[in-house]
């Protein structure tokens, strides 16, 4: 289990469509899980995918708030490895909400995203995760998994605009 240096905009990983997981169970993978686990606490993260640490593979983590989907607290939130995440939209309404992101550091922006989505995939033990996600659970879902389609959130941005520094001299209102 290791910190690994988190990847910034710019390193071409972060732009590339990553690869199936062939085998979830995999001492491999699970080691991979462990790294990411370590820098994602060690950051402070709600979430990190693989590419993030510089490994073009589709597996994601996130702390999902399960029984308050729009909390932000990480307080009762379940925490969820994903391979190979399959999203399908159940209510495709956007709306705005702040994002920031690992790899976009002190920045922060408002991001349209679907309101209401189903997400599939697998746990490290090869067990089947099939959830409804709405609110910010689902706005996490989709913002870790853009980056393993190369999507960094300002590129989901449709106002510029909102781009800012988290330090600059006016709070973020939500
Ligand atoms: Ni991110």
Do not use: K
């Not at 490290?124 to 960094?152: K, N, P």
């Amino acid at each position: 289990m290791a910190i690994r240096p988190i990847l910034r905009m710019g390193a071409p990983v972060l732009r590339a469509v990553a690869a199936p997981v062939a085998d979830v169970t995999a001492p491999a993978i699970r080691a991979l899980a462990d790294d990411m686990l370590d820098t994602m606490a060690a950051a402070g993260g709600r979430g990190l995918a693989a590419p993030q640490i510089g490994v073009s593979l589709r597996l994601v983590m996130f702390w999902a708030p399960l029984a308050d989907p729009d909390s932000r607290s990480r307080d009762h939130a379940v925490f969820t490895i994903l391979a190979n995440p399959v999203l399908e939209l159940v209510d495709p309404v956007e709306v705005e909400d702040w994002e920031g992101c690992l790899s976009v550091p002190g920045l922060a922006g408002r991001v349209p995203r679907a309101r209401g989505l189903r997400y599939r995939g697998l746990d490290l033990d090869g067990a089947v995760v099939d959830r409804l996600a709405t609110g910010f659970h689902a706005r996490v879902v989709a913002h870790e998994c853009d980056h393993l389609d190369g999507i960094l959130y300002p590129q989901r941005m449709t106002d510029l605009g909102t781009l800012r520094f988290l330090d600059a001299a006016d709070p973020v209102q939500d």
